[in-house]
């Protein structure tokens, strides 16, 4: 019966990386949707080799100092390419998880980063910055021993990966025309439907990213912690359809996309430990705050993010994460738990915080002495398809480049619309 038991939860680890993996389609079809045409196989691309460069580095570094023993409790020390590892379907499901916190950086840096680049910054992401701190929540050290709580990887994950795109973009600068004196301008997306559909995979891949994190074929644990990742989407959803309906005077379609995403970013540290009441209050303050963000990104800090990646998985991240000190059923302050709890998780974002920041600064200096971070100004009005690749996404591309004015007439008729409204699309 045992043997019976260990087969089934390595089946159920096996089901979640398979759905974790699928992911990466999802935040493939979010960035292409959400940017324009003539990036799109740039986009593509970088996705691609994310997944497949994380997996060899996570093998070859990024487990071992991520779940080897621990030195003092800040970097594990052995197990570099698996060497006296047992339990090969463990790391298949971390593997892509570190390739999916890396792929948050492709979107906020999206039709302006050159590829060389981001893939010497994916390199530093998946072999140290992130296994570096899965170390200390998930590896046995420091933060996990005064009690950090994040189950699925709100902060290690989701805000790691948004504070190395947050010092990316911001290294980088924005978009040629993003900023015109105080106008934000407005660059759509040439594909909302693609984007609609990488967030619904996002979606059903992140019932595998929370549901394996059970790490076994619980009946008493695995449903709950998928209702609970339902419940915070579908909150996330609702929240942001009705506060920018209120706060704009219609739902915007793509902010409203990204609920959803805030939503599952939030209840990610806390799907195991909140109720289902908890799971849908986390997702509904989670679309509210991650439209606030947005807004607040684009018109005032005016760091270009495109598809949002920051104000999803780091403003997210950081609630989700904190959440806990609140909605844990086993001590948060509405259960009446002492503050306790909420003060070891701010202790634990801070920390991440300035690690992620630190590190993601130190490589992009040292990436920018090897090759330039950023394409020439007539690469990027060519589009990184042609000026990287050499190729197109789309076999009638001329046809798209025609009706390039109707695209600058729907962007003016955006801009017509306010400064209230967020200056670009998000997702």
Known sequence: MEAVQSSVDMLWVMLGAMLVFFMHAGFAMVETGFTRSKNTLNILMKNMITISLGSILYFIVGYALMFGPSSFGLIGTEGFALAGVTDIGFFVFQAVFAATCATIISGAVAERMHLAAYILLTVAMTAIIYPIVGHWVWGG????????????????????????????????????????????????????????????????????????????????LVP???????????????????????????????????????GLVGITAGAANVSFLGAILIGLIAGIIMTEAVHLLDTKIRVDDPVGAVSVHGIAGIWGT???????????????????????????????????????????LLISIVTPLRVTAEEEETGLDFA?????????????????????NFADRLNQLGEERPASGKA
Do not use: C
């Not at 609970?228 to 706060?247: C, D, H, I, K, P």
């Open 141 to 220: 050290g420091w933060l996990s021993e005064i009690g950090f709580i994040d189950f699925a990887g709100s902060t290690v994950v989701h805000l790691t990966g948004a504070v190395a795109a947050f010092i990316a973009a911001w290294k980088i600068g924005p978009r040629l025309g993003k900023y015109s004196g105080k106008t934000v301008n407005t660059i759509p997306g040439h594909s909302l439907p693609l984007g609609a559909l990488g967030v619904f995979i996002l979606w059903l891949g992140w019932f595998g990213f929370n549901g394996g994190s059970t790490l076994a074929a619980d009946p008493a």
């Open 224 to 262: 709950p912690v998928i209702a609970n990742t339902l419940l915070a989407a579908s909150a996330g959803v609702l929240a942001t359809a009705l506060y920018t309906r209120f706060r704009y005077g219609r739902i915007d379609g793509t902010l409203t996309m990204n609920g959803a995403l805030a």
């Open 322 to 364: 904190l959440a806990i000190g609140f909605f844990d059923v086993n001590g948060g302050l509405l259960y009446g738990g002492g503050a306790e709890i909420l003060g070891i998780q701010a202790v634990g974002v801070l920390a991440v915080i300035a690690w992620a920041s630190l590190a993601t600064g130190a490589v992009l």
């Open 388 to 408: 990287e690749h050499g190729s197109q996404a789309y076999s009638m591309q001329d046809v798209l480049r025609g009706s390039s004015d109707r695209a600058d």
